[in-house]
């Protein structure tokens, strides 16, 4: 059974930091893509950052590339995201995903943690 189980999430005051973590099981983790994406409420699901498998390349949303950084840890089968700098408008439901594309493509999502950026 695989399961991403993110975590880390919590209130911060404008300008502060979180970091994201998100573990996996029942995958072989070295071999997937693992993304980020955040759900304002009432908006669309985005994609916040993204890291290969290898963890070699790394890709961001604009609005994030300097503040945000994506990382993975292969022997711990987790991925993390470290959010500097956070805004108000950065209030969002943060999900894990990750996504092998083969024969048939293998894409899973965690259940979420809510980032809340607020004074």
């Known amino acids: 059974q695989v399961q991403l189980v993110e975590s880390g999430g919590g209130l911060v005051q404008p300008g502060g930091s979180l970091r994201l973590s998100c573990a996996a099981s029942?995958?072989?983790?070295?071999?997937?893509?693992m993304k980020w994406y955040r759900q304002p409420q009432g908006k669309e699901r985005e994609l916040v950052a993204g890291i290969s498998p290898t963890g070699v390349g790394t890709n961001y949303a604009d609005s994030v590339k300097g503040r945000f950084t994506i990382s993975r840890d292969s022997a711990k089968k987790t991925v993390y995201l470290q959010m500097n700098s956070l805004k108000p408008e950065e209030t969002a439901v943060y999900y894990c995903n990750a996504y092998l594309q083969m024969m048939v493509a293998r894409d899973y999502w965690g259940q979420g943690t809510q980032v809340t950026a607020s004074s």
């Open positions: 029942g995958i072989t983790f070295s071999t997937f893509t």
